[in-house]
């Protein structure tokens, strides 16, 4: 697939096109659709599309079929395979199509059409689907193909009838032997069920036995006798079955030449009201064509946008334009607001043309489209991490494709020219590649939203600006193409629109607009606002006051603070309710407990029940070593050690304090 196609999602329209046609030739055909570069090509292949057209509208669709397989079923039969009754079934309504076809063509005759006379290439064969349909039926040989083959299956019919009475006749006489009152059929014979223990009493054969081997399945002698007459009657059947297919195959190996063409002109009729199907789904018209590079759109509309919703496109370029006076437009330069519809506008007129020159009707009321020889686009951000690419370069890679595959027939599609990269050198870089082009002769029709390009446009012979409207009081683009005229993106307006500063926009304005060089080259400023014309509108009040929910940064409380001063490790401090005395040994923490040791043991307890009674530093030096209180002497001891050297089996014991107890270990 052509890149373009791609781009401007002629693939999505092939997708919908292939979805009408039946025939796996026409989807091939429809998926490797490419312009026609021949006019008296292209005019016969639009002029089948309308009459297409014109016979659906009036006589519905017509009666086609998928015929998939039938070109090997035919191959088959020449090569002397003997054909399924399945596939004879297949090949006569093949045939039935062709001849409800035809009659579908001739009652087209009276539109004095060249469509219909398709039919005068088809040929029928109705006497062989006749007795095909005769001899076959509901995938298998009828009875009535031959009086042999009746004969045969009565004979059948008559021979298990009779072994299914014998084998009925024993059971009731052995009732008693029985494990069922009726016979079964295994491995194609009648047998009955016999217990196993009374299995020597019924004579006949062993046929099988059932899952728990207490029922022995046998073919009695009297019916045995009646399943080899069976079995050579099914013999002659079978012969007889495949003499009648063979007969038939033969008569299809016949019609082989015939079918080929047949397969031929219905691929071609498939192919060619597909095309039908898809005007008709596009509510598309047909389109002029001509080879002196003039665009003419009228209500045009891109065929896979809602058409509810989309804005009809009014487009001319190129030839010589009565609008532009008798000056030739080889470019158009769009230019308006983001989301305007700048980029649908140009897609919808290069589909329009790739559509037209494959062939194809065109969604528009009317449409006068050139053919060209090569169709260039760039369109989207074309970013690429695997190929490291990003928006800018590979809208440079592209153009640079571009610039060397035109040539005068080209049509040239570029969306935002010269953006992804420094305003200035995008905007030198843009109108470049305008100069490129228009020195190249083909039509081309680019995006931007550089003011110089615009300026550029609008001075240059051979270019015109063109503009996507933009309704202000809603803020909402209209969607509307006014050729002649240069837009603005609309910024400004949009940001006042939804609040922003005057203080802001002013700056804003003064740095897109305000400095200016004057003739003697020095920068004169001004304001930027004579560029619009309702200044009051962006008359803006200052931001509001900020409702953002405020940090709050945590804070200890004031009590907190007040224990955390009021108890000190070394307190002596009283324990309520029992009134005993303790010192503190861990200071209160963030839920205002506070640990203290009582005699032979630590406890922790709530602030709340605890009132000092002498503080630390009148009872004990400012360097003192509480683990003196608090720790056993060996304890003290053993921890000396162990900061000095290793000690083997020593141990330490967290408890969440500072003087964790110590101890030694066996580690052998």
Same mark, same amino acid.
């Given at each position: 697939m052509d890149q373009y196609e791609h781009i401007l999602e002629f693939d999505k329209i092939k997708e919908e096109w292939m979805a009408f046609a039946l025939t796996g030739a026409a989807k091939e055909k429809i998926a490797g659709a490419k312009p026609f570069l021949s006019e008296a090509e292209l005019r016969k292949d639009l002029r089948e599309t309308t009459e297409a057209r014109m016979i659906l509208d009036k006589f519905g669709n017509p009666p086609?079929? +998928?015929?998939?397989?039938?070109?090997?079923?035919?191959?088959? %039969? $020449?090569?002397?395979?003997?054909?399924?009754?399945?596939?004879?079934?297949?090949? %006569?309504?093949?045939?039935?199509? $062709?001849?409800?076809?035809?009659?579908?063509?001739?009652? +087209?005759?009276?539109?004095?059409?060249?469509?219909?006379?398709?039919?005068?290439?088809?040929?029928? =064969?109705?006497?062989?689907?006749?007795?095909?349909?005769?001899? $076959?039926?509901?995938? %298998?040989?009828?009875?009535?193909?031959? /009086?042999?083959?009746?004969?045969?299956?009565?004979?059948?019919?008559?021979?298990?009838?009779?072994? =299914?009475? /014998?084998?009925?006749?024993?059971?009731?006489?052995?009732?008693? +032997?029985? +494990?069922?009152?009726? %016979?079964?059929? =295994?491995?194609?014979?009648?047998?009955?069920?016999?217990?196993?223990?009374?299995?020597?009493?019924?004579?006949?054969?062993?046929?099988?036995?059932?899952?728990?081997?207490?029922?022995?399945?046998?073919?009695?002698?009297? $019916?045995?006798?009646?399943?080899?007459?069976?079995?050579?009657?099914?013999?002659?059947?079978?012969?007889?079955?495949?003499r009648i297919l063979y007969a038939l195959t033969a008569k299809v190996a016949e019609s082989a030449e015939i079918m080929e063409e047949n397969l031929r002109v219905i691929t071609k009729l498939d192919y060619i009201f597909s095309k039908g199907k898809l005007s008709q789904e596009y509510n598309a018209v047909e389109p002029k064509v001509n080879l002196s590079g003039r665009i003419v759109i009228e209500d045009g509309r891109h065929p896979l946008m809602d058409k509810s919703l989309c804005v009809p496109l009014q487009f001319r370029m190129g030839g010589m334009c009565k609008d532009y006076g008798e000056e030739t437009i080889q470019g158009i330069v769009i230019t308006g607001p983001n989301t305007g519809g700048k980029t649908v506008a140009i897609k919808t007129v290069a589909l329009a043309c790739l559509m037209a020159q494959c062939g194809l009707h065109v969604s528009c009321k009317s449409a006068d489209l050139c053919m060209r020889s090569n169709y260039l686009c760039d369109i989207g951000d074309g970013q690429s991490l695997s190929e490291n690419l990003s928006t800018f370069s590979a809208h440079i890679v592209n153009v640079l494709d571009i610039l060397k595959n035109i040539s005068p027939d080209s049509l040239v599609v570029l969306d935002e020219l010269g953006s992804g990269t420094d305003p200035a050198e995008g905007m030198g870089l843009a109108v470049a590649i305008l100069e490129e082009l228009k020195k190249s002769g083909a039509l081309f029709v680019v995006t931007t939203h550089y003011p110089e390009v615009k300026q550029y446009a609008a001075k240059e012979p051979g270019i015109c600006n063109a503009r996507m409207t933009f309704d202000r009081e809603s803020l909402a683009p209209t969607y509307q193409l006014v050729i002649g005229e240069a837009g603005e993106s609309c910024a400004f307006y949009i940001a006042a629109r939804y609040g922003m500063p005057k203080r802001m926009l002013e700056r804003a304005a003064w740095a897109a607009y305000g400095i200016k060089s004057g003739a003697d080259g020095e920068k004169s400023g001004q304001t930027g606002w004579e560029n619009f014309e309702d200044k009051e509108f962006f008359d803006k009040q200052e931001f509001p006051v900020s409702t953002a929910p405020k940090l709050k940064k945590q804070r200890i409380s004031s009590a907190r603070e007040l224990l955390a001063e009021k108890f000190h490790m070394g307190d002596s401090v009283m324990i309520y309710p029992d009134k005993k005395l303790a010192i503190v040994c861990e200071p209160i923490n963030e839920k205002g407990v506070l640990r203290v040791q009582l005699p032979g043991k630590k406890i922790w307890i709530n602030h709340k029940r605890v009132k000092l009674v002498v503080a630390a530093k009148e009872l004990y030096p400012a360097d003192y070593d509480f683990s003196i209180i608090f720790d056993t002497p060996e304890n003290r001891k053993l921890r000396h050690d162990m900061e000095r050297k290793y000690v083997e089996g020593a141990k330490c014991e967290s408890d969440a304090s500072p003087f964790s107890s110590v101890r030694t270990v066996n580690t052998k």
């Open positions: 086609l079929v +998928s015929m998939e397989g039938v070109e090997k079923l035919v191959d088959s %039969a $020449v090569r002397g395979e003997c054909l399924g009754a399945c596939e004879l079934e297949n090949f %006569a309504q093949v045939l039935v199509a $062709v001849r409800r076809l035809k009659e579908y063509l001739k009652r +087209s005759e009276g539109l004095a059409l060249s469509l219909p006379y398709y039919e005068e290439n088809l040929e029928e =064969r109705e006497e062989l689907a006749e007795e095909i349909f005769t001899q $076959v039926r509901a995938g %298998a040989v009828c009875d009535n193909a031959s /009086k042999l083959l009746r004969s045969l299956r009565g004979d059948i019919l008559r021979a298990e009838q009779a072994m =299914r009475e /014998k084998a009925e006749a024993v059971i009731r006489s052995n009732k008693d +032997s029985m +494990s069922d009152s009726f %016979a079964t059929q =295994r491995n194609g014979h009648i047998c009955v069920p016999v217990k196993k223990e009374y299995k020597f009493r019924i004579s006949g054969s062993v046929i099988d036995k059932s899952a728990t081997g207490n029922t022995i399945f046998i073919e009695p002698a009297a $019916v045995a006798k009646y399943y080899e007459e069976l079995v050579m009657l099914r013999l002659s059947e079978e012969d007889e079955v495949r």
